[in-house]
């Protein structure tokens, strides 16, 4: 899928530049998208930086279990590149 998350670096804050499979890249902030229970925990940038790329789905996941749908990644970023 184009959404495939290939690429994602912490750049401070609730701020990641991500790259994907179709060739856009760029930064989102997702401060504004850390609120209910399984996001909350993420409102530390400590917790928040320890994201990965799931190898199945291609997102980014979080260790309490916490992911967002590349879909959303992609339609949102700003593109830098």
Known sequence: ???DVLEAQYRGG???WLRFRD???GKIDLGPELWGP???PLRDPTVF???K???LFHTLVWPNGADLAPEF???NIRVTA
Do not use: R
């Open 23 to 25: 060739g856009t890249a």
């Open 53 to 55: 790329i799931d190898p």
């Open 49 to 51: 930086s320890q994201f």
């Open 1 to 3: 899928m184009d959404y």
């Open 73 to 75: 990644l992609h339609d």
């Open 14 to 16: 609730f701020v990641v």
């Open 38 to 40: 399984v996001f909350e």
